[in-house]
């Protein structure tokens, strides 16, 4: 079965704490994403990739950072420099290039609660 | 700077009317428009799109239409059922920018409610 998995689907920390959110897609899509979601909020674009070892930032990338040394991977820490890290994230994918398409295809998220 | 608007956080129409979501955006570089229908706790799933070429586009109960001069576009649900209730996000994305730019902005979503 081709798709996106994020996992932990519900995670944890401490504050102060950095915590990794994983991302793994086997659709052979070129392009990668990572959006967060608060309540009553659209998605907001924190970093995307657009190919292996290279990324740019989106709208809100303060206090996150990630990196795509693999195709299928594309990992997102949340620093202890987010303000806010509570949110539900979600990984995104989509085709590139020669056979880009707009439409991006998500994982079923990750629901991140600060305690 | 909100480019893409949902100006109605939430509909309730009963099953087997027609629903009809709406969104606006302000952004004239926006060429292509997607909707994604999305469940608590899990993402979204893509649901149709349109082309700024075209004014309309149907994908059996789905259908979006687009006025470009209005700046508008609306997905029209027929008939509703109630496995549609859920969040439904309108994107946009630029795509005659250079082909450079591959970002989505996403409305906030509009909560739909279909009752039996």
């Known amino acids: 079965d081709g798709g996106i998995t994020q996992s932990p689907k519900y995670l944890f920390r401490k504050e102060g704490q950095n915590v990794t959110l994983s991302c793994e897609q086997n659709l052979n899509h070129d392009a990668m994403y990572w959006y967060r979601q608060d309540p009553g909020q659209g998605l907001r674009l924190i970093y995307y990739s657009q190919i292996v070892n290279d990324f740019q930032k989106g709208d809100i990338a303060e206090g996150y950072s990630v990196s795509r040394e693999k195709k299928e991977s594309f990992p997102l820490t949340v620093t202890s420099a987010q303000k806010n890290p509570t949110a539900f994230y979600l990984c995104?994918?989509?085709?590139f290039g020669s056979g880009r398409t707009d439409t991006q295809y998500f994982g079923p998220g990750t629901r991140l609660t600060v305690l | 700077d909100q480019q893409v608007k949902q100006n109605s956080p939430s509909l309730s129409v009963q099953e087997g009317r027609i629903s009809i979501l709406n969104c606006d955006y302000t952004n004239s570089m926006f060429d292509y428009f997607l909707w994604y229908k999305k469940y608590p706790a899990e993402g979204p799933t893509f649901l149709i799109s349109?082309?700024?070429?075209?004014d309309k586009n149907e994908d059996g109960r789905f259908t979006v239409f687009l006025n470009k001069s209005a700046k508008h576009l609306s997905l029209h649900i027929v008939p509703s059922q109630p496995g549609d209730s859920a969040v439904y996000f309108c994107a946009a994305s630029a795509r005659g920018s250079g082909g450079s730019n591959y970002k989505l902005t996403f409305g906030k979503g509009t909560l739909l409610t279909v009752n039996p």
């Open positions: 995104a994918s989509s085709t």
């Open positions: 349109i082309s700024s070429i075209k």
